[in-house]
């Protein structure tokens, strides 16, 4: 694989640069970060980003996407992450839409996709239920056929902001006479219908992101199934490799080992600095030669979307590594915090901003390995599709 970029390539990415750090700034950061403000910061931002057309790097290009290869989107990505600057909510943009634009009907693709880009629609992710989690084909939300609709009873949750999600998709039972996998469908439901009701879930953080949506006799127009009904395992698990691609968190990573590095330099009390610590180095490094080799896998898999292909299993090992890899480097930031970490307020502010993010990042990245398909789940997924096991 060349890693040399060319001149082009090169004044694309000072595109990028320049265009960033004109449009992103700490003021649009902290809002994103407050309960009050942080749905309208994300929509105001993800606005910007498809005002210059760069929202939907995956999308195709008639539907609105880049058109840009494989190369530009990583130099993207790249930059984005070096700059701090916030992903779009993936629920809309990431996930449903690659679904809706290639299982979707004409219709249907109509009224979503374009409400989608200019993210004047908010959607959430109903995938995951109490007792079905990992195992999400054990899923038991159910949906009776009753004449132009499906009538759906049932429960999801860890559903990340439905509080501000104008629609939900979902994965419901339609068919409980065969195996599992089959009898689902994949059906598009307005949190607006009448039944539907959002439990908060907060986490202990204080913060509320998750929640459990319930749905009493949700009456849902038959015509919001995407692609045929009973067919919905075979749409989500297109979704889910997409999902698990995006969760690796390659620029992240850099972006945080870079935080740290440069933290490190700090003199601590006694006039010396854990940079200069060859136990510290040891463990950076480390973590910088696993992140090489994520990222040259990831930018393969993404050599082969680019080329008209699908993630495989391949993105079950992006998931892998790259979730072990976030949580080995928010323990390395936990560490460089030292006392700091532990010293809290009322609020659970320390006072100290590199303490306070680094304990926030290392409670919520616990739950890393389990989201987007537990790691276990995802050893199992290459054993067979690898191994043949």
Request: proline share 3%; glycine share 10%.
């Amino acid at each position: 694989m060349d890693t040399t970029f060319s001149s082009d390539e090169l004044a694309f990415r000072e595109q990028v640069r320049t265009w960033i750090s004109e449009n992103w700034n700490d003021d649009l950061a902290r809002r994103m970060t407050d309960k009050k403000t942080s749905k309208d910061a994300h929509i105001e931002w993800q606005k910007k980003l498809h005002k210059q057309g760069w929202v939907a790097p995956g999308w195709p290009e008639e539907l609105g996407g880049t058109g840009w290869n494989d190369t530009q989107r990583f130099i993207f990505g790249d930059e984005m992450a070096a700059a701090g600057a916030e992903e779009v909510i993936p629920f809309g943009l990431k996930m449903v839409a690659p679904v809706i634009y290639t299982f979707g009907n004409d219709e249907q693709k109509q009224r979503f996709l374009p409400k989608i880009l200019s993210s004047d629609e908010w959607w959430c992710q109903g995938y995951s239920e109490p007792g079905a989690g990992s195992d999400l084909a054990a899923l038991k939300t159910k949906a009776e056929l009753d004449g132009d609709d499906y009538v759906i009873n049932g429960a999801k949750i860890w559903t990340t902001y439905a509080q501000y999600a104008d629609w939900i998709f979902c994965l419901v039972r339609t068919d409980g006479s065969g195996k599992k996998q089959a009898g689902i469908s994949f059906i598009l439901i307005d949190m607006k219908t009448p039944g539907i009701q959002v439990n908060p879930i907060i986490g202990i953080d204080g913060r509320h992101t998750l929640n459990e949506v319930e749905f009493n006799n949700v009456r849902v127009p038959k015509a919001n199934v995407i692609g045929e009904p009973n067919q919905g395992w075979t749409y989500a698990k297109a979704l889910l490799t997409h999902e698990r691609t995006s969760i690796a968190g390659v620029g992240w990573c850099q972006r945080r080992l870079r935080d740290i590095k440069e933290h490190a330099k700090q003199a601590l009390g006694n006039g010396q600095r854990l940079a200069d610590d060859p136990i510290f180095q040891k463990r950076c490094s480390d973590i910088e030669i696993d992140l090489m080799a994520l990222e040259f896998t990831e930018l393969r898999v993404l050599a082969t979307a680019a080329a008209g292909g699908a993630p495989g299993a391949e993105s079950s090992l992006l998931k892998i590594r790259g979730t072990e890899l976030q949580q080995a480097i928010q323990d390395l930031l936990l560490d460089v915090s030292g006392g700091y970490a532990g010293i809290v307020d009322a609020e659970g502010i320390s006072g100290h901003g590199f303490a306070d993010q680094a304990r926030i990042e290392f409670m919520y990245g616990r739950a890393a390995t389990v989201y987007g398909g537990s790691n276990e789940v995802q050893k199992n997924i290459i054993a067979k599709a690898v191994l043949g096991l």
